[in-house]
């Protein structure tokens, strides 16, 4: 099996930043696809911001320019640095991984969250 934990949510004002970091472990073998998801209170759960492995990206149109994905490789994790926060961005933030595990399986894994709250 796989784990993704997640950290670096927290509570920051509309303009500031925070980063956000999920490290996978367990039964891997290779990691095709990282990716981070979102649910604000009473919405759907969207697709923010997603990094293959050979580091090709791709962004929801409401935070191109403000957030940047990236990972590494060596370490198993995915990382997303967002700026000029909005109180829009407020939602709980989700680690994705499609991974293909030692016993050559692609499976999806997810993490548990974690909550961003921007807000004055």
């Known amino acids: 099996q796989v784990q993704l934990v997640e950290s670096g949510g927290g509570l920051v004002q509309p303009g500031g930043s925070l980063r956000l970091s999920c490290a996978a472990s367990?039964?891997?073998?290779?990691?095709?696809?990282m990716g981070w998801y979102r649910q604000a209170p009473g919405q759907e759960r969207e697709s923010v911001a997603t990094?293959?492995?050979?580091?090709?990206?791709d962004y929801v149109d409401s935070v191109k320019g403000r957030f940047t994905i990236s990972r590494d490789n060596a370490k198993n994790t995915v990382y997303v640095q967002m700026n000029s926060l909005k109180p829009e961005d407020t939602a709980v933030y989700y680690c994705?991984?499609?991974?293909?595990?030692?016993?050559?399986?692609?499976?999806?894994?997810w993490g548990q969250g974690t909550q961003v709250t921007v807000s004055s």
């Open positions: 994705h991984a499609n991974v293909r595990d030692v016993y050559l399986r692609v499976r999806d894994y």
């Open positions: 990094i293959t492995s050979g580091g090709i990206t």
């Open positions: 367990g039964s891997i073998f290779f990691i095709n696809a």
